[in-house]
């Protein structure tokens, strides 16, 4: 990520810190860290943590990390204070805090409790606020290069999803199935495949139900639902197929799920409400007999994260902008018979919105580009 990416979202983090009159904030490794400075580390018991304020970037890390995170860091303006094992960060942390000299600190809700005990019994008259709807909204709306990183991820999701569609077979296990679609996508440049959840027959009606050694018959259904990162964005893409010919059922319940999803995607543009794609998809599984079948959100955005705003939910009234990114992901379940689910990624455009997932979904045994 550029230089020049990364201070764009340093000044938007700023100005949000002064809206809300927030001193400076706090982030732990994750999502926010990569976002705002690219850095991807894990702290496991050791603290690492990246401050903001209105005229500087700070950073507590262990000294067993200072080379990687200081290359990382690259040449961002970084004041970095280190620390030892035999240490410990509670020093440097009461350095830190009275180089902020804040009197309130926002910081994420994902942060440890013994982070923030130790914050206080530094500094117990410091305000501490969560800040995790702050960060959603810089990272809800998608600039240029998360765009060409998603675009990628969907590139290398669609081919492992074509590929898996091509080796499932009668005989073949669903964990086994699971194990080449994985290795193809790492083979096509995946960084790491956060979930592959392959399922078969009875089990697709577990909408996250775990992959596991049942044998897949003639007739079954074949649900893919496979994530993949790609330098730090995520793809989130469902099919199900059939092996062999399906049955009238299958046929049915397909159309309507089919039909819900594209359906609500037509509704997609900016000003409309998340909830109201939602019940657009909704509506028409309902409609059908099939609500109580249908028993989770329609969609849910992507970025970093799997899950992250906008939620497309019943109740979310959070109105669409160009440049949000979310699923369409419309099921129905029955119960020890089957389940179908279709799922795409979308980008909201100034009329409408793109369909990133050019992948067929007619109700067959293969997969196909479109």
């Not at 206080?120 to 501490?128: A, T, V």
């Not at 080796?167 to 996508?185: D, Y």
């Not at 998809?281 to 994260?305: K, P």
């Amino acid at each position: 990520m550029s230089k020049e990416f990364l201070l764009r979202r340093i000044d938007s983090l700023r100005k949000q810190i002064r809206d809300k009159d927030l001193d400076a904030v706090m982030i732990l490794p994750g999502s926010n860290m990569r976002y705002l400075l690219d850095i991807k580390v894990e702290s496991y018991e050791r603290l690492v943590a990246a401050s903001f304020s209105s005229s500087g970037i700070y950073m507590i890390i262990p000294e067993l990390e200072r080379e990687r995170i200081r290359e990382l860091a690259g040449d961002l303006e970084i004041e970095f204070f280190e620390y030892s094992d035999a240490e410990g960060p509670k020093d440097v942390l009461a350095n830190l805090l009275v180089e902020l000299g804040a009197s309130s600190l926002g910081i994420e809700g994902s942060a440890p409790y013994k982070t923030i005990r130790m914050i206080k019994d530094i500094e117990p008259k410091l305000d501490i606020q969560l800040i995790d709807d702050l960060l959603y909204e810089l990272r809800m709306i998608k600039d240029d290069e998360e765009i060409k990183r998603l675009k990628k991820a969907q590139e290398i999701d669609i081919e492992g999803l074509i590929y898996g569609a091509s080796v499932a077979k009668v005989g073949m296990n669903e964990l086994e199935l699971k194990r080449e679609i994985e290795n193809k996508l790492f083979d096509l440049g995946a960084e790491s495949i956060p979930f592959c959840l392959v399922q078969s027959g009875p089990n697709t009606a577990l909408p996250h139900g775990e992959s596991t050694k049942r044998r897949i018959s003639e007739g079954d259904l074949v649900l893919m639902d496979v994530g993949v990162n790609y330098e730090g964005y995520v793809a989130d893409i469902t099919r199900t197929i059939v092996i062999g010919k399906p049955t009238n059922l299958q046929k049915k319940i397909y159309s309507i799920v089919k039909n819900a999803q594209e359906t609500a995607i037509s509704y997609i543009k900016p000003g409309v409400a998340a909830e109201e794609i939602d019940k657009v998809a909704r509506g028409i599984i309902s409609g059908e007999g099939y609500g109580d079948n249908f028993i989770h959100r329609t969609g849910h955005g992507i970025g970093l994260d799997v899950h992250e705003e906008p939620f497309i939910r019943e109740g979310n009234k959070l109105r669409l902008k160009r440049g949000m990114v979310f699923t369409v992901e419309p099921g129905i379940y029955l119960p020890g018979e089957f389940g179908v689910r279709i799922e795409d990624n979308l980008i909201v455009t100034e009329n409408g919105a793109i369909n990133l997932t050019r992948l067929d979904k007619e109700l067959k045994g293969r997969l196909d580009h479109i």
